[in-house]
C-alpha cells in the first residue's frame, strides 16, 4: 500500500547513512515531538519544551557536530552526502514541525561558508568547535535581515550590499560591530553565537565591503528584545538584536573580502534547499493526515476519497510531493556530486537555479495544505488533527530569504539572463 516512502527519492542516490538517519530521526520525530506537537506551539515565549527537544537533536543525534572536522571531535560527513543528510533531517522533521526544523537546521546554517570542505577555515572552526562537538546544548544563529531593507541584503546580485546597515569597523586587531538585526532564527533567549552579515563600508556596492562575522551572544554590546508572538512556527524563536560598538577578534570575519560574499551564496544555496525538504515535509505529513480522513469519513454511503471531486484534489496533492521531491533530489545530486555537475554549490548559478525550485516548493505546500483543509473543513481547523498548524505553517516556508517577489526574479535572471533584475 502506497505511503510517504513511496514519493520520489531515488534510491541509487541515498547511501545507508542516510537510509539510517532517516529511520532514526522519523522514530524520534514519531515518538518525542509529535505526542506534544500542541504543547510545542504554546511554547513559543519560554521554550521550555523546545530547548530539551534541541539538544537532543543538535547534540545527542550529532547535528551540530555532523560537519566538522573529526580532528576537532565532529563526524566529517563525507562531502558526497551534505545535502541529502541535511535534506533528510529537514524533511523528516518537517513532517511533524517545520518550526523546529528550522530551529534545528539553522543552528548551523551560518556557519556554511567556513564549516563545509573544500572553503573550510580551520582556525576559526578550532575556536568554537568545543561548543558545537561538546555535549552541552550550543546554538548558532544567522542574522541578515534589518528593519530598513528587508530582502535587500539577499538581494547581492543587484544591491551587492549597498542598503546593509549594519556595519564593521576594523580597529587594530579587533573589529567593532554597529547595527540591528530582525527576525533570525535562533534569537531571543536561544541562540549562543551569532553569524553576522555587515558591511565594511556603509553605502558601499563593492562586494570586497560585505563581510560575514561571528558574534558570541555574551559579548559586550549585544543585546536581545522579547520573541515575537506569530502566527506559526513557534519553535523558531526570533526577536530584535543590536549592535552597539561590539567588538571582536579580526579573525572572526569568516574568510574575509570578496570571498564572504562569494561563499555566502552557498549558504543561499542551502537555504532554498532546505526550503523545498521542509515544504516537501510538511506535505508528506498533510498527506498523512487527509489520507486517514478521507477514508475513515464515510460521505452518502461510502468513503470520502472515492467520491470524483475529492479524488482530484488526493491527485493534486500527490502530484505536488512528486514534482517538489524530485526537483529537490535532483539539485542534492547537483550540490554533492560536483565531480559530474562541473557545479561548485557557491556558483551564483546554481543559487539562482535554487530561488526557483524554494518558489515551486513554497508555492506546492500552500496548495496542498489549503487543499486539505477545503475538505477536512471544520475538523481542518480544529488543532486535535494536525493540520492547521502544518496549514499555518506553511506560509511562512515562502517568506524568508527574499521572499516569493526577489526568488522568482533571481531565478528569471538566470534562465533569460535579465540585466536589470
Not at 73 to 96: F, H, K, W
Not at 162 to 188: C, P, R, S, V, Y
Not at 199 to 212: A, E, I, P, Q, Y
Amino acid at each position: 500500500m502506497p505511503g510517504i516512502d513511496d514519493f520520489i527519492r531515488p534510491k541509487e542516490w541515498t547511501s545507508e547513512m542516510q537510509a539510517q538517519m532517516r529511520t532514526a530521526i522519523r522514530k524520534w520525530a514519531d515518538d518525542r515531538l509529535k505526542p506534544i506537537v500542541e504543547n510545542v506551539d504554546e511554547d513559543w515565549k519560554d521554550h521550555k519544551l523546545v530547548e530539551p527537544l534541541l539538544k537532543e537533536v543538535l547534540v545527542d543525534f550529532g547535528l551540530n557536530s555532523a560537519f566538522f572536522p573529526t580532528e576537532l571531535g565532529g563526524q566529517d560527513m563525507p562531502e558526497n552526502q551534505y545535502m541529502a543528510m541535511t535534506c533528510t533531517v529537514v524533511e523528516e522533521l518537517s513532517r511533524i514541525d517545520s518550526g523546529f526544523a528550522t530551529a534545528c537546521i539553522c543552528s548551523i546554517w551560518g556557519l556554511v561558508p567556513i564549516l563545509l570542505k573544500p572553503t573550510r577555515n580551520m582556525e576559526l572552526l578550532k575556536d568554537i568547535a568545543p561548543k558545537f562537538c561538546g555535549r552541552d546544548l550550543y546554538v548558532g544563529s544567522h542574522l541578515i535581515t534589518e528593519p530598513a531593507s528587508g530582502a535587500d541584503v539577499e538581494n547581492l546580485g543587484v544591491l551587492k550590499g549597498k542598503t546593509i546597515q549594519t556595519t564593521a569597523t576594523l580597529e587594530g586587531d579587533e573589529w567593532i560591530i554597529n547595527g540591528h538585526k530582525i527576525w533570525a532564527t535562533n534569537t531571543g533567549r536561544v541562540g549562543d553565537l551569532y553569524t553576522v552579515i555587515a558591511t565594511t563600508r556603509k553605502g558601499s556596492s563593492d562586494l570586497n565591503d560585505f563581510g560575514l562575522f561571528l558574534v558570541p551572544r555574551e559579548s559586550e554590546g549585544v543585546s536581545v528584545g522579547n520573541p515575537y508572538h506569530k502566527a506559526g512556527m513557534a519553535a523558531d524563536m526570533n526577536s530584535d538584536v543590536w549592535f552597539d560598538h561590539v567588538r571582536i577578534p579580526k579573525k572572526n570575519r569568516l574568510h574575509g573580502p570578496g570571498k564572504d560574499a562569494e561563499y555566502w551564496l552557498r549558504t543561499v544555496s542551502m537555504g532554498q534547499l532546505g526550503t523545498a525538504a521542509m515544504a516537501v515535509g510538511v506535505m508528506k505529513g498533510v498527506y498523512e493526515i487527509i489520507k486517514k480522513w478521507t477514508t475513515e469519513r464515510i460521505v452518502a454511503g461510502k468513503p470520502l476519497k472515492e467520491h470524483s471531486i475529492c479524488a482530484e484534489m488526493l491527485s493534486e496533492i500527490a502530484m505536488n510531493i512528486e514534482s517538489t521531491s524530485a526537483w529537490m533530489w535532483a539539485y542534492i545530486r547537483e550540490w554533492d556530486h560536483p565531480e559530474i555537475y562541473g557545479t561548485k554549490s557557491w556558483d551564483e548559478g546554481f543559487t539562482l537555479k535554487t530561488r526557483g525550485l524554494a518558489v515551486h516548493a513554497s508555492i506546492a505546500v500552500e496548495r496542498v495544505c489549503s487543499r486539505a483543509m477545503d475538505f477536512m473543513s471544520s475538523a481542518g481547523y480544529a488543532r486535535e488533527y494536525g493540520l492547521e498548524k502544518h496549514w499555518r505553517d506553511s506560509k511562512m516556508i515562502g517568506l524568508w530569504m527574499g521572499g516569493y517577489g526577489l526568488k522568482a526574479l533571481e531565478n528569471a535572471r538566470y534562465w533569460f539572463e535579465c540585466e536589470t533584475l
